[in-house]
């Protein structure tokens, strides 16, 4: 993947008439898109129209994953478009070795069982207790240590043998595994590099909420790992820097509810390794609470009809205190930030 300018076009300013262009990787700002809006308001077809630009001028690996339901995943187009391979779980397992390089040192299987404990903390309901934490990590560590391609029923095994060891009482953390464990979620397949260097589509439809969202941050925490041990993307001379993957994340709502530190990172962290973050959700105010640093790293925010306005969130994505009339816009019209201007923009 080369470094050159890659030039988004949104659809016609709705001042001016003339094309609504947005550099992706220019200097000084990052390639992440947040995509809001009601629901039939655009979203998802603003995001595909987008990914379909991207890969016509780049031909870049694209995850796209439908968070919500199958909608995406049974649109053998789309896929044909992406030249991507659908994933749809439980009905086939994700195939990725999510718990990669944790067997490259004691450090690593500690940061890995770290990883997961956080993970399956925000993944149910409930969470972890205080107690129920350090005891995951420590039973965690010795197998993370051993060997790669762990599957999570191996996680579950591991954890069942600890807690009989060591007389404690069977709890949520095992009964929720054995839940989750009734579906295949995942199978490790895949390294890192093999799984984030082609294109898919996962979809979600028929897996319970705790485990579609284990999946999805364990998933995140895999590739922002494997991000880490990646060299900077290169730039050109003018400085547009190369896109190596794009991570496209619709119905993001309940990931971005869940605060979940693996997405956090991939959105602030991944710049220079050519990530690009796009995620659609309904409303301004799925970002209120995240850090001011987070919405920074929004490098365009796309607006469509919403009557939710989080006036944090205006501020900091939109750079605008008032005026913004999110409520008023017509069908098909969106509002964005170009060359720190707010703009009308007729997408469709
Ligand atoms: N390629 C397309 N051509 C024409 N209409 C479309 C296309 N894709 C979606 N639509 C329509 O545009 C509207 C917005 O759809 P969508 O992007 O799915 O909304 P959202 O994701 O915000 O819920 C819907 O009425 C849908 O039927
Ligand atoms: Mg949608």
């Known amino acids: 993947m080369t470094a050159k300018p890659l030039w988004l076009n949104l659809g016609t300013n709705r001042e001016s008439n003339d094309p609504s262009l947005w550099l992706l990787n220019g200097r000084g700002y990052s390639p992440n898109v947040a995509i809001m809006g009601q629901a039939g308001s655009g979203k998802t077809r603003m995001m595909l129209k987008l990914l379909a630009q991207l890969r016509e001028q780049t031909g870049v690996p694209v995850l796209l994953i439908d968070a919500g339901k199958d909608e995406l995943a049974d649109r053998p187009e789309l896929a044909r478009e992406l030249g991507a391979v659908v994933v749809k779980v439980p009905k086939s397992p994700i195939p990725l070795d999510m718990f990669a390089g944790s067997d490259v040192s004691p450090e690593s299987a500690r940061d890995v069982a770290m990883d997961f404990c956080a993970s399956l903390d925000k993944a149910l309901k409930d969470g972890l207790t205080d107690n129920q934490k350090p005891r995951v990590v420590e039973a965690l560590k010795p197998l993370l240590a051993q060997r790669r391609g762990i599957p999570l029923t191996d996680i579950q095994r591991t954890l069942e043998q600890h807690y009989e060891d060591n007389g404690i009482k069977e709890d949520r953390v095992l009964s929720s595994l054995r839940m989750m464990n009734q579906y295949s979620l995942f199978s490790p397949e895949l390294t890192p590099a093999e799984f984030f260097g082609k294109s898919r589509i996962l979809a979600f439809g028929g897996a319970p909420d705790e485990s579609r969202r284990l999946a999805l941050f364990l998933l995140f925490d895999a590739l922002h790992r494997h991000l880490q041990t990646l060299p900077e993307a290169p730039m050109d001379a003018e400085f547009h820097r ?107």
């Open 242 to 348: 190369a896109v190596h993957l794009v991570v496209a994340i619709d119905e993001a709502r309940p990931l971005l509810a869940a605060k979940h530190d693996g997405l956090s990172k991939l959105v602030r962290l991944h710049r220079s390794h050519g990530l690009a973050v796009f995620m659609a959700s309904q409303s301004p105010d799925d970002y209120e609470g995240q850090s001011d640093d987070y919405m920074e790293q929004i490098g365009l925010p796309i607006c469509f009809k919403t009557n939710a306005t989080s006036t944090a969130v205006l501020n900091n994505m939109f750079k605008a205190r008032r005026g913004l009339n999110f409520a008023a816009l017509e069908p098909g019209v969106c509002l964005t930030v170009l060359d720190g201007v707010a703009s009308r923009v007729s997408a469709f």
